[in-house]
């Protein structure tokens, strides 16, 4: 059974920085292919993805966050980043790592980004 643990999570000042990760555990070797991604989600509003990274190395960002947001992985490790800059009020929500490959599709529980002054 796949398990995603994210943290990193805090309260952070308008152009401040965070680094989520997202560490996976349980994942079977023979499913090489996989997609991982980060979503955020606004109480009463849809999650919507923020970040995706490819088993071919691919990435690719919302427009909200072009520029400021960057996605990596420690394939090693089994562990994908979120490096946040240049924090904005409106990047505040829950942030969830999300891992799609031949062995299904996990979630992890969530972590709260709150950027305030």
């Known amino acids: 059974q796949v398990q995603l643990v994210e943290s990193g999570g805090g309260l952070v000042q308008p152009g401040g920085s965070l680094r989520l990760s997202c560490a996976a555990s349980?994942?079977?070797?023979?499913?090489?292919?996989?997609?991982m991604g980060w979503y955020r989600q606004v109480r009463g509003k849809e999650r919507e993805l923020v970040a995706a990274?490819?088993?071919?190395?691919?990435?690719n960002l919302a427009d909200s966050v072009q520029g400021r947001f960057t996605i990596s992985e420690d394939s090693a490790k089994n562990t994908v980043y979120l490096q946040m800059n240049n924090l904005k009020p409106e990047d505040t929500a829950v942030y969830y790592c999300r891992r799609s490959s031949g062995e299904g599709d996990y979630w992890g529980q969530g972590t709260q980004v709150t950027v305030s002054s």
């Open positions: 349980g994942v079977g070797s023979r499913f090489s292919i996989y997609a």
């Open positions: 990274i490819f088993s071919s190395g691919a990435t």
